[in-house]
């Protein structure tokens, strides 16, 4: 399984970066569309739509909601960073109190765990993902600092998974996800060095200090997109939310983490003056 598990995010991590580097912001923006789109049949399959025509309804409504947001924000002719930090902050706001649903649950689930709720939920989370990616891409330098946010994710991931497995004893969430431990969460951000070690190699004295600081917050909220699933799914009693990438799950599997630290690393980008 580990493997498999390997070779997949291997090939995962090559398309990411073979349309990365060789697409314009637009193209990148409108290719990563059907990967969101297909979150969303995921994500209707964890809401309790349980007809085709109830998870086609909320597949429409997720489309629609992309096309007003992409309207919104200008993104064909002159991107509008300040319409999109409006999106930025409040889907920040809503993964903070996505933070205390998870620290109260099971009794937390009597306020998100409803067929509206988690339908208006759904859409609003997988609308910001592609708002705070398209708005990463529209900065100067923006395929690099997508590169970098993806790269806090996946080392969140990575440390989690391998210190976890070694020296993993205490749970971090036992409620919501009793395969995680505060020794696997330590090791997520002690993996966030590496990437701060690259950076200062690669672009000695270019790149602030203070800057450095920023890392750490995302990798926080990655973590909580990732508890944040895995509640979801201990409420819905399934383990993958779908098959579609081998060894790894459905497409939301691999992207919890992302939904909610690159809303917070956009916005953090908007804040520090990146151009």
Same mark, same amino acid.
């Given at each position: 399984m580990l493997k498999l598990r390997i070779i997949t995010a291997v090939c995962m991590a090559l398309a990411f970066l073979a349309m990365l580097f060789s697409l314009s912001p637009v193209a990148f923006s409108v290719a990563i569309l059907p990967i969101v789109i297909m979150a969303g049949w995921e994500w209707s399959n964890l809401s309790k739509?349980?007809?085709l025509s109830q998870k086609l309804l909320?597949?429409?409504?997720?489309?629609?909601?992309?096309?007003?947001?992409a309207i919104w924000i200008n993104i064909a002719d002159g991107f509008d960073f300040q319409k999109s930090k409006v999106l930025l902050i409040i889907a920040v706001g809503l993964w903070s109190v996505i933070l205390l649903w998870i620290q109260g649950y099971p009794s937390s689930a009597l306020l998100w765990?409803?067929?509206?709720?988690?339908? /208006? #939920?759904?859409?609003? &989370?997988?609308?910001?993902?592609? @708002?705070?990616?398209?708005?990463?891409?529209?900065?100067?330098?923006?395929?690099?600092?997508?590169?970098?946010g993806i790269v806090i994710v996946a080392m969140v991931d990575i440390g989690g998974?391998?210190?976890?497995?070694?020296?993993?004893?205490?749970?971090?969430?036992?409620?919501?996800?009793?395969?995680?431990?505060?020794?696997?969460?330590?090791?997520?951000?002690?993996?966030?060095?590496?990437? /701060? #070690?690259?950076?200062? &190699?690669?672009?000695?004295?270019? @790149?602030p200090n203070h800057h450095f600081l920023l890392i750490f917050p995302v990798a926080l909220f990655a973590v909580v997109g990732d508890l944040f699933e895995s509640m979801i799914k201990r409420k819905t009693g399934v383990k993958d939310s779908g098959s579609i990438l081998p060894g790894h799950g459905g497409i939301l599997d691999r992207i919890d983490g992302v939904m909610a630290a690159m809303p917070l690393f956009a916005l953090l980008i908007h804040f520090i003056g990146v151009n």
């Open positions: 739509l349980t007809s909320f597949l429409g409504f997720l489309i629609c909601c992309l096309w007003g947001s765990y409803s067929k509206p709720v988690l339908v /208006i #939920l759904g859409a609003t &989370l997988l609308v910001a993902t592609w @708002v705070s990616i398209v708005s990463v891409l529209f900065h100067s330098f923006g395929q690099w600092y997508l590169l970098l998974f391998f210190v976890g497995k070694v020296f993993g004893k205490r749970k971090l969430a036992p409620v919501v996800s009793p395969g995680k431990t505060w020794e696997g969460f330590a090791g997520g951000m002690i993996f966030q060095l590496f990437i /701060i #070690l690259a950076i200062i &190699l690669i672009l000695p004295n270019q @790149v």
